[in-house]
């Protein structure tokens, strides 16, 4: 129970890897805030098991990760509810994919808001009570989209390269107060949203699902194989430990050698 007494709010944490992240923090003791959007009473079943499954406090906090004084509004009442916000996982995103010069101007603003200012404003708003304390972990999601780029996905890698820039600015500006910023960018990982693709690639390529998963979505992970949202939760949990105290400003690649390539 490394994170008993600790405090977490995790953006975008009602699906996939957030979810996990969630889960994961909540094993080690931590009372945690999650955020997302979905239904509601999905999000009850999700909090309500976090409470029974491993004895912690989980609120949720339905901020749109759009919207400045939402953010900042969500930071303030979980400090105010528990005490401190000792964890901040910032993980809420969304993709859209087309050319560039076909690119809707509104998708664009939004990614970039969703993906990349709202970590800003979460940051911004916790990093005080953080330095206060002389405590704090601040993991960002990026993507291997933080340090290569695929084509027709503008908004999303230019975001995922700005949250890795974000990181370690951040991190050289909180060094000396027991706070750590780092970034987890994952290759593809088997979330819901990455399963339900697979059917209409499928049909869309005349394709089995075996060719659509290792020819489409592992083309380019050499190992051919899913991350999953568990391995990329415990490495959270790792740098949320005293053991990664010295690991700061990084960013960890858990992409199954795609950006070794
Ligand atoms: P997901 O769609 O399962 O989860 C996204 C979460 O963000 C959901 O909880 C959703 O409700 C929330 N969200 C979306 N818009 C929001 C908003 N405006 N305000 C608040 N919450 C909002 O996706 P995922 O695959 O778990 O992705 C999570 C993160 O991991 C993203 O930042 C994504 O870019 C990154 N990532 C995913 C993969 C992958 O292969 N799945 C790979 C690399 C990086």
Not at 78 to 104: R, T, W, Y
Not at 150 to 166: D, E, N, Q, R, T
Request: proline content about 3%; some cysteine; overall charge neutral.
């Amino acid at each position: 129970m490394s994170l008993a007494k600790r405090n977490a709010v995790v953006t975008g944490s009602t699906s996939g890897i957030g979810l996990a992240y969630a889960r994961a923090l909540a094993a080690e003791g931590a009372n945690v805030v999650i955020n997302g959007f979905g239904d509601k009473d999905a999000i009850e079943k999700e909090r309500s098991g976090i409470e029974k499954d491993f004895g912690v406090k989980c609120l949720y906090d339905g901020a749109d990760m759009s919207k400045p004084a939402e953010i900042a509004a969500m930071v303030g009442a979980a400090e105010k509810a528990l005490g401190s916000v000792d964890v901040l996982v910032n993980n809420a995103g969304i993709q859209f994919v087309s050319p560039v010069e076909d690119f809707p101007i509104e998708k664009w603003d939004q990614i970039i808001a969703i993906n990349l200012s709202s970590a800003f404003h979460t940051i911004r708003a916790a990093t005080p009570g953080m330095k206060a304390r002389k405590w704090g972990r601040i993991i960002n999601t990026a993507s291997a989209h933080s340090l290569v780029a695929s084509p027709f996905k503008s908004a999303y890698v230019s975001a995922k390269h700005g949250i890795a820039g974000l990181t370690k600015t951040v991190a050289l500006e909180v060094a000396t107060f027991g706070v750590t910023v780092n970034c987890i960018s994952p290759g593809y990982v088997w979330t819901p949203l990455v399963e339900k693709q697979i059917p209409d690639t499928m049909k869309a390529r005349n394709m089995t699902k075996e060719q659509v998963m290792n020819d489409v979505l592992l083309a380019a992970q050499p190992t051919k194989q899913f991350v999953t949202v568990e391995q990329v939760a415990a490495l959270a949990v790792f740098l949320c430990s005293d053991a990664a105290s010295q690991i700061t400003g990084a960013n960890i690649s858990m992409d199954g050698g795609w950006t070794a390539a």
